[in-house]
């Protein structure tokens, strides 16, 4: 997962809450005083993005920081950590994009490699494999030291002792079985490129990534994609359900419970890999409890401790981020637990909401106050403070909470700050709002929108049209607009191939997958800008056309791509964008790159001029074949990341995320021979954009149908 960096002031002013604007202001404060980067990495065009306009969400994601990063501030050794919430779509980091390695954590992307393809026809689980000798490798598992040479055993056996066990022998077995270089090739086609398998288990002299395998050892990956990945595994994006259950089967009936099970209540199923070599541990997993699930990654490199043994320190860490996280995310008790028939009735034991104003009314009404802690949590240090107020109050000290208790506490204190008397409540007059126009634009998240006629360029609704905004990866229709503009002219450019440079390869967020040296046409590479919001392919883009608006062609790549965005902002002043400005050809956070609905609108009906645009934005997948020179070929599907297109009469254009600028989306919809362009800036999450832009687009034909 590539990334971009929050502009942290931007995030906060973003917030319309102001108690969400000191929750997160916290946040950075708290990680500018542990020491580090006030950041979190957020993929450019990824599922689901952490939903920081939310005050709940801001409060999870400080609520995390407050429980985890202390965990890890002081600890001997580099940690990494990242996690994903369900219930309330929450991502969270610390060194979340960090390449580290994954010693036996690889052979989770083995083993959804082995069963896609399974599921392709490639293999058959019941196809049986023969252990030879030369299979045989020490290390963790049973195959080595309990079988002999020539046990036949089938590849579904051999997948399940590679996780159950992470017997290493069964992995070179499962390996073998599905070729060595499949698992990176298919990792990195899914989006997750620093998840590579380098080679076999103790077998480094057959390794396919010897830099690798020198720096990572048998594998590498980060904590956000292994948390994306399974995510993904979670929500059944791999597989087949017959084949998903299975995955997660051998994940759940993984026997190594020194990390993330260790410490994990007995009623949450945790289905996890863990790996260790030396100076490594790490575990990812999924985290299942009621009304709970989490997927959760800890890697940890240069781990002070090397000691075998289950309390090692770094898997006690593993154990104790696992614990805490699920008691950080899980949903809390609303009523106080209590043995007693009587629900009347607290006692030790007890947990919950109810027992955090029992502590606070305890604290404020005890004379000396019993100044015990506000947990939620009715142990021995509460029900000593119980005894002591019982006490004072001439009650017998039994340190239950019973009715002669509750009526010496009085009206418990629910929050930090009493609630004002109910007399001054009841008497206080509320503000009301104007009532809604049954006729106006409807009710949307985004701050600022635009419909335009497509054929005129006349606009029929808007709201801060001219209001200067973050554009994210929008951007890239001028990308597109501005190569295209070039091809009308000389369309044999597009068939030219262009060769992938390091730098576009390096490029952070969103990705088309290409890879540093390879080839393919430029006309294919426009796919991989549009569909999947490739920023490196903008980069490769802008470095190869720049060179086209260059008097010298062999300008540096540097030179090159900066020609580009000349061109770009030069277009913009051509179709009278006083309001834009570029900055780069990808739309990540730039100060200074902003534009505005208005703007936007042009843009996208001058490009819609073009047919070859048309074609680009209109295409929900699109296969490739990318090369390099002399040696290997491979392909590469890129799917739209436009949810739209699969609603019928929408036909574009092009969506955009990052936080400063909000979820994003310009798009188009084709009706009785007209067709209108809604853009939307700045919704509130992924999912409202598309509620925007549909309620704006079918706001828009009401409005065209009104004036016939």
Known sequence: MRSSVINVT??????????????????????????????????????????????????????????????????????????YHFESDTHWSIRGDEVMPTASLIKLPVMIEAYRQVEAGKLKLDQRIEMTKDDMVQGSGILTTHFSPGTNISLRDAIRLMIVYSDNTATNLVVDAIGLPSTTKTMTELGFPETQLNGKVYRRDLSIAPERSKKYGLGSTTANEMVTLLTRLKRGEFAKPESNEAILDHLVNCDDTSCFPLLMPKDVKVGHKTGAVTRVRTDAGLLMGKGCT????????????????????GNRLCAEISKTVYETLAPKETEAKS?????????????????????????????????????????????????????????????????????????????????????????????????????????????????????????????????????????????????????????????????????????????????????????????????????????????????????????????????????????????????????????????????????????????????????????????????????????????????????????????????AAGACLVSSSQREGRELIVVTLKSADSDARYIDARNLHAFGWRKLTEKK
């Open 294 to 313: 989490i997927a959760l990654c800890v890697l940890i490199d240069n781990n002070a401790d090397t000691r075998w043994t289950d309390d090692n320190v």
């Open 339 to 659: 043995d007693s028939s009587d629900p009347s009735e607290m006692k030790i034991g007890a947990t919950g909401e109810l027992v955090e104003a029992l502590q606070r009314t305890l604290n404020a009404r005890s004379n000396p106050s019993v100044n015990v802690s506000v947990d939620g949590d009715f142990g021995p240090g509460t029900e000593a403070a119980v005894k002591a107020f019982q006490s004072q109050k001439k009650i017998k000290p039994s340190g239950i909470v019973n009715a002669a208790t509750w009526t010496a506490l009085g009206a418990l204190i629910e929050k930090d700050e009493p609630a004002p008397a109910p007399a001054a409540i009841n008497e206080e007059k509320l503000p009301i709002a104007a009532a809604d126009d049954p006729f106006g634009p409807p009710q949307v998240t985004c701050a600022g929108w635009t419909i335009v006629d497509a054929a005129t360029g006349e606009e029929i609704a808007s709201k801060n049209a001219d209001q200067k905004l973050h554009i994210a990866s929008t951007t890239k229709i001028m990308t597109a607009y501005v190569a295209l503009q070039y091809a009308a002219s000389q369309p044999e450019v597009l068939k030219e191939m262009l060769t992938f440079s390091k730098r576009a390869d390096n490029t952070t967020g969103s990705t088309s997958g290409v890879r540093a040296g390879e080839q393919l046409p430029v006309g294919e590479l426009l796919y991989g800008l549009m569909l999947p919001s490739g920023n490196d392919a903008s980069v490769a883009i802008a470095e190869f056309f720049g060179r086209k608006f260059s008097s010298d062609d062999k300008v540096d790549d540097i030179v090159a791509y900066d020609r580009f965005i000349e061109r770009m902002n030069i277009v913009a002043a051509d179709l009278g964008m006083n309001q834009t400005h570029f900055t780069n050809t990808h739309g990540l956070t730039d100060e200074t790159h902003l534009s505005t609905v208005a703007d936007m609108a042009k843009l996208t009906k001058a490009a819609l001029s073009i047919p070859l645009f048309r074609e680009l934005v209109s295409c929900r997948q699109h296969g490739c074949e990318v090369m390099v020179p002399g040696g290997y070929k491979r392909n590469v599907l890129w799917q739209n990341t436009n949810r739209l297109l699969g609603i019928e009469g929408y036909t574009g254009i092009k969506t955009g995320t990052t936080n």
């Open 10 to 83: 931007q995030l906060i002013m973003s917030l319309n809450d102001f108690t969400c604007r000191v929750a997160v202001a916290s946040l950075f404060i708290l990680a500018f005083m542990s020491g580090a980067s006030p950041t979190q990495s957020v993929s450019a065009e990824s599922p689901n993005p952490a939903k920081l306009s939310s005050p709940d969400k801001a409060a999870t994601i400080l609520a995390l920081e407050n429980a985890i990063r202390p965990l890890v501030k002081d600890y001997k050794g580099d940690v990494a950590v990242a996690l």
